[in-house]
């Protein structure tokens, strides 16, 4: 699913949320993600319905790229939504 500190993991879940500290943050809050204060440069990893306990949620620094993709051999579909400019 991700990439973080040059390592790669692999996760299931229904959806996850990508919010910034003064975008979406009632969504992710709702979802059990922080709370952060708009003036902090950071992007928040919030899954929703993960498959395993220890995807939880995540505040990274704002310049982190991060890379999500399904499978190949997903066994679905993947919807993406943007809320903002």
Do not use: E
């Not at 306990?53 to 997903?74: G, I, N, Q």
């Amino acid at each position: 699913f991700g990439f973080w500190n040059n390592q790669l993991y692999n996760t299931m879940l229904y959806s996850c949320q990508f919010p910034s500290p003064t975008g979406s943050t009632a969504y992710s809050m709702a979802a059990g993600g922080s709370v952060v204060h708009p003036a902090v440069p950071a992007i928040l990893v919030t899954p929703i319905c993960p498959h395993v306990l220890s995807f939880r949620p995540m505040v990274l620094p704002d310049h982190v790229v991060l890379r999500c993709y399904v499978p190949d051999d997903a066994r679905s579909d993947a919807c993406v939504a943007f809320d903002g400019k």
